[in-house]
């Protein structure tokens, strides 16, 4: 143990042997993901912010952490012994504060959910959850990537990632996805065509990189031919969804992630929802949070999860 001149542990000097705790996050998600993009995803944040917080370790610490392959990232000697390090600080930090909190009367629930559901159909109807259940503590946050772990009780995820046998998992929604564009620019983007809508040649495809196949997976589900379209493609659904809002073309859209849009007469869906084999659901770890609180958020979800589209 060192010290500074004036001999006080907690000093600027003895900080600034420390990364920022951002950077750190972003180190450890992506070490985790072996990915940028999906440390980003889990994080809610662009690829180059995960991007640029790593370098910054890097420089201040003067090793490489990752070796950069293609679209993949490898940790290095340097950064694996970080990475065991960041990640057991991390869960130390975790297990502490869960004890604080179940030592002050008040448990909290983590609820983890992919960014873009969690901020169009999650987060809007959680108002209505703290009024009716006003001594639940739950923690919403935004993350993909594994299905449980660091200090998560229960996660929203898509059924196209495994999960092993001990994790209990309730069927939230069957995934509904169709083409979404403004209100006013239908006609300009469908052609009615032997009393179906097709999409005109003309149309520009949204496409996001979260999930690349979105559009071929509708367009075999439709009977529609796509290959010959525009195209752009946003780094998050979110994005897409906007680009859709601001006239700049057609984008899939799963039901829960456009229902309000829709309600509101923001997006219209003209050629309506087709299930395209997925499915979200509701995991839980069988250790953790307590039974009572697990029982009405799982009650809660299902509810909310219900209405289908039309």
Same mark, same amino acid.
């Given at each position: 143990?060192?010290?500074?001149?004036?001999?006080?542990?907690?000093?600027?000097?003895?900080? =600034?042997?420390?990364?920022?705790?951002?950077?750190?996050?972003?180190?450890?998600?992506?070490?985790?993901?072996?990915?940028?993009?999906?440390? $980003?995803?889990?994080?809610?944040?662009?690829?180059?912010? /995960?991007?640029?917080?790593?370098?910054?370790?890097?420089?201040?610490?003067?090793?490489?952490?990752?070796?950069?392959?293609?679209? *993949?990232?490898?940790?290095?000697?340097?950064?694996?012994?970080? %990475?065991? %390090?960041?990640?057991?600080?991390?869960?130390?930090?975790?297990?502490?504060?869960?004890?604080? *909190?179940?030592?002050?009367?008040?448990?909290?629930?983590?609820?983890?959910?992919? &960014?873009?559901?969690?901020?169009?159909?999650?987060?809007?109807?959680?108002? @209505?959850? =703290? +009024?009716?259940?006003?001594?639940?503590?739950?923690?919403?946050?935004?993350?993909?990537? &594994?299905?449980?772990?660091? #200090?998560?009780?229960?996660?929203?995820?898509?059924?196209?990632? !495994?999960?092993?046998?001990?994790?209990?998992?309730?069927?939230?929604?069957?995934?509904?996805?169709?083409?979404?564009?403004?209100?006013?620019?239908?006609?300009?983007?469908?052609?009615?065509?032997?009393?179906?809508?097709?999409?005109?040649?003309?149309?520009?495809?949204?496409?996001?990189?979260?999930? #690349?196949?979105?559009? +071929?997976?509708?367009? !075999?589900? @439709? #009977?529609?031919?796509?290959? !010959?379209? +525009?195209?752009?493609?946003?780094?998050?659904?979110?994005?897409?969804?906007? @680009?859709? /809002?601001?006239?700049?073309?057609?984008?899939?859209?799963?039901?829960?992630? /456009?229902? $309000?849009?829709?309600?509101?007469?923001?997006?219209?869906? &003209?050629?309506?929802?087709?299930?395209?084999? !997925? $499915?979200?659901?509701?995991?839980?770890?069988?250790? #953790?949070?307590?039974?009572?609180?697990?029982?009405?958020?799982?009650?809660?979800?299902?509810?909310?999860? =219900? &209405?289908? %589209?039309?």
């Amino acid at each position: 143990m060192s010290f500074d001149d004036d001999g006080e542990f907690d000093s600027p000097v003895h900080r =600034q042997r420390l990364p920022s705790l951002h950077a750190l996050r972003c180190f450890e998600a992506a070490a985790r993901e072996e990915s940028f993009r999906r440390a $980003a995803d889990a994080l809610n944040l662009t690829h180059g912010a /995960v991007s640029r917080a790593v370098r910054l370790i890097e420089d201040d610490l003067g090793v490489i952490l990752f070796d950069r392959r293609n679209r *993949r990232v490898y940790l290095t000697r340097e950064g694996r012994r970080l %990475a065991e %390090a960041v990640s057991g600080g991390f869960s130390l930090i975790e297990s502490a504060c869960r004890e604080l *909190r179940m030592h002050g009367g008040r448990a909290t629930l983590t609820l983890a959910c992919e &960014p873009t559901l969690l901020m169009r159909w999650l987060i809007p109807q959680f108002p @209505a959850f =703290q +009024k009716a259940h006003p001594d639940l503590d739950v923690h919403l946050v935004a993350a993909s990537g &594994p299905v449980l772990g660091n #200090g998560i009780d229960m996660a929203i995820r898509r059924n196209d990632i !495994s999960w092993g046998k001990e994790i209990a998992a309730v069927c939230l929604f069957d995934e509904q996805v169709g083409p979404v564009c403004r209100h006013d620019l239908v006609q300009e983007f469908f052609l009615p065509t032997d009393g179906l809508l097709r999409l005109r040649r003309s149309a520009t495809l949204l496409h996001t990189s979260t999930r #690349g196949d979105a559009w +071929k997976t509708w367009g !075999s589900l @439709a #009977g529609q031919k796509l290959g !010959s379209h +525009k195209a752009r493609t946003f780094e998050h659904f979110y994005y897409s969804l906007q @680009a859709a /809002v601001a006239g700049l073309g057609v984008a899939i859209g799963p039901w829960k992630l /456009v229902q $309000a849009d829709i309600e509101s007469g923001l997006l219209e869906a &003209p050629a309506g929802f087709l299930e395209d084999g !997925s $499915a979200y659901y509701l995991l839980s770890s069988p250790s #953790g949070i307590e039974n009572r609180t697990r029982a009405i958020v799982t009650e809660w979800l299902t509810t909310i999860a =219900q &209405p289908r %589209a039309p």
